[in-house]
């Protein structure tokens, strides 16, 4: 049960973390931005799936 938390906390930082650096790379590089916000909802998705299981 606890390592479902700790997993869903690092798993919410990391996503927040890959969207801000989407955004971030919005004005400058939209290939690198794409690319980020892709990774982002993989994480997502793996974020969903705990979800479901727990």
Request: hydrophobic fraction near 30%.
């Amino acid at each position: 049960m606890f390592g479902f938390g700790n997993q869903k906390d690092k798993l919410r930082e990391k996503y927040s973390k890959l969207m801000q650096e989407s955004f971030d790379l919005s004005t400058v590089n939209r290939e690198k931005s794409d690319q980020k916000r892709a990774e982002a909802e993989e994480v997502g998705k793996q974020l969903d799936a705990l979800e479901k299981r727990a």
